[in-house]
């Protein structure tokens, strides 16, 4: 499926793009666990009484691979095709069955909204399917497609969400890019079991570049609207998120996407597709010609999303600093500033950090040092001694990193860097 990307604008600074050359190996990260090691792309995943479900768009398993396990982390095992008919004979024709969403409901059978490809323009369409078991077998309701503007493009990639109070809505993309015009994600409420529409759409975030894959979330404060960029056929493709107070919007698109192959290392390549259910988010990315699935711890830092393993920068002039100060104008410098004059006996900046869970991470150090040897700072966690961090030479606004392990608590921690050796400067700090 083609997948998009969309320009980025502000609230926290949570995964970085970039990752300066790394002086110290990084072992303590924990990337996220492949758990299909077969194609298994653009996933949706539910759990229900004990039992973990997980959809793709088609493959050589069939219309709509379906996967089973007894918790997020596995183990998976493949049951087969949840729509083995495939898709509404009226209106699509086979072939091109993305992006699949199931949706247990309170009558206790499951709605299946689906991408397929459209017979008389050749454009993607939305259909929906039912099951009395979420295994399937679906059968596609209607004989006419549930979304299908083909003024704008066709609809792609549904993804069902019932707010707090009890309504439902479908999100969804205006696949603008398949006519080379710009690409919408759209809030239409549905009736409760999710097979016809009521009311009218609203347009949340446009994008004249890609932007697919929704999946919206609620949290206590704000809503929160995770999304695919990028080209969906290499590394490049990511996930970032918007959020917003209201259903009915602004949506403000974060600083920093949440995960791209740079933020994890390259341990997944093109980290894409994503679903969020309760704890975890669950992603696919490539591995050789195939997409495979797999899953993550997720956190919230006061209703935004963090997730283990994807690195998550904070600017160390943010933090609190004591008898040192912030250097302006720092040329190569992430957002121009650093912290500067950690030079005595009393100087140190602290900044605070989350955890999605408790454990080991790697904390990254942007730095720059033009001492004569290498240098070092103190390092203190949730006010404790941890060791030291190491810094090679590297010149004045030569900007590196250096490693180190540390074990952090669930939710929210202490970072302090005291002075050390000789004299280095602090550009941020990273976290994963």
Known sequence: MRRLLIAALAVLSLSAFLSPPVHAATTSAVFPSEIVGE?????????????????????????????????????????GDAMPGGPSAAWAQPG????????????????????????????????????TSPLGPFQPVGTTPLICPLDLGGAIDPNTFVANDGTRYLVWKND???????????????????????????????????????DLVQRGSQYVLFFSGGGYNDCNYLTSYATSTSLSGPWTTAYRPLMTTATFDNAVCGPGGADVVDNKIFLHGWVGNQRHLYVAD?????????????????????????????????????????????????????????????????????????????????????????GSVSYPVTDWDNWHESSVSVTLNAGWNTIRLTKGNLYTEVDYLEVQ
């Open 176 to 214: 603008g890019n398949a006519i080379g015009q710009p690409s919408t994600l759209w809030l239409t409420r549905t009736t409760n079991n999710g097979r016809s529409l009521v009311g009218g759409n609203t347009a949340m975030l446009t994008s004249s570049g890609v932007i697919e894959a929704p």
């Open 298 to 386: 997720i956190g919230w830092a006061n209703d935004y999303p963090v997730v283990r393993g994807s690195r998550v920068r904070y600017e160390a002039e943010r933090g609190t600093l004591n008898h040192c100060s912030v250097r302006a104008n720092a040329a190569g410098a992430s957002d121009g500033k650093v912290v500067a004059y950690i030079d005595y006996a009393d100087s140190w900046v602290e900044n605070t950090v989350f955890a999605p869970v408790a454990g080991s991470y790697t904390l990254h150090v942007g730095y720059a040092n033009g001492s004569a040897s290498t240098a070092s700072h103190g390092l203190v966690v949730n006010g404790n001694n941890a």
């Open 96 to 131: 091109r069955t993305w992006a699949p969403d199931v949706y247990p409901n309170a009558d206790g059978t499951y709605t299946l909204t689906y991408t397929a490809w459209h017979k008389a323009s050749g454009h993607q369409c939305i259909g929906v399917a039912t099951a």
């Open 39 to 79: 194609d298994f792309p653009d996933p949706d995943v539910f759990q229900q009484n004990g039992t973990w479900y997980a959809y793709s768009t088609n493959n050589g398993r069939g219309t709509v691979p379906v996967a089973t396990a007894p918790s997020a982390n596995g183990p998976w095992t493949i049951r």
